[in-house]
Structures are given as C-alpha cells and as structure tokens.
C-alpha cells in the first residue's frame, strides 16, 4: 500500500462507497428525526419506526442518539469527500490514505455522539427533557463536530489539559518528588538528570 499512487479502481471503489455511505446516513437521519414533542404529553411512550433495515421502538431521547450519530457520519462525510475530491482531482491520491476516508465517518459519528452526551450531561441544563431539545440545533452542532473531527479533538484535549492540570501554587504541588540536589553542597559537580 504505501506510498503509490491511487489506481482509478481504488477511486471508483472508494468514491461508490462513500456515495452508498452518505445516502444510508442521510436516510437514517431524515427516518430518526424526532417529532415535535407534545404539550404536556406526559409519559412518553416509543414509537415503531423504520431507520434503513431496522424497525425499532424509540423513544425521544434514542432517536437524539440515532440523529447525532448520522448527522457526525454525515458531517466527515462531507469532510471526506471535499478531501478526496481535492486530492483525486490534483492527482496526488495515495493508496495508504484510502483507510482514512473510510474510517473517518465513524470516527466523526462516534465523536458527534461523544460531544452530545458532554452537552445533555452538563453544559445544557441537567433538567431539560429530551422534549426541550432543538433536534435541529444538536444535529447541526454533530455535523459540525464530524466535519472538523481533528479540530474538535484538539480543542477537547485543551480543554481537558487546562482543566485537569493542577494551578502552579497549588497544595498538591508538594506533593511532587523531591529535588536530590536541593541539599547538595555548592559548587557540586554533578549534573544531575535536569541539566
């Protein structure tokens, strides 16, 4: 596989599959789509549905589920394809970066769904209801998500790093291992492993 140029078979293939793909996606999201939640309904009960060869009972909140995940495939979909378009039209396709293109729509709908369960956990008010949710609005923000799947990585790793690294004075900083050479005599010789 390495570094050889893409034949136009693997183009053909690769291009009939990502078009199946956003077909399947887009259909799974437009038969998910949750219907606008009746006033003061109560218990919700699930619907019978069909979402391609599937025909499960959902509730509201799995339906979220099922769009948030297409709408995320869908989104590195775009992404993919705007790729693959560039780099088959420049002619500079090459054959090692054909699992990229297939496997980037799970990584964008499985970090889509990632994104929405960080939102509906904490970020959104804990006492809304699957039936105060904007479908529309977490469906363009899943998009999004799988569209730009390495920034949005980025952006959570930064996150995380500011949030989970202790402040400089903290009383935990006492905690660290102690310096060696803190006691050497001056003018000690040894340069010790932070030199």
Known sequence: MGTEFASARDVVVIIAVL??????????????????AAP?????????????????RLLRDTRLFVVVTAAGGLGAVIHVLRSLYEYVGDRRLRRSWIPMYVIEPVVGAALALVVY???RGGLTTSMASSADINP????????????????????????????????KDSPGEGLTRPDPDANAPAGSSDPGPDR
């Open 40 to 56: 003061g309904a109560g218990t919700e009960k699930a619907d019978r549905m069909r979402i391609l060869f599937w025909t499960p």
């Open 117 to 119: 369960c960080v939102l």
């Open 136 to 167: 529309y609005g977490m469906a363009a923000v899943a998009a999004l998500v799988g569209m730009f799947s390495r920034q949005t990585v980025d952006k959570l790793r930064d996150v995380f790093n500011m949030l989970l690294t202790p402040p």
């Open 19 to 36: 078009l199946a793909l956003t077909v399947a996606l887009a259909t799974a999201l437009v038969q998910a789509w949750p219907p606008p």
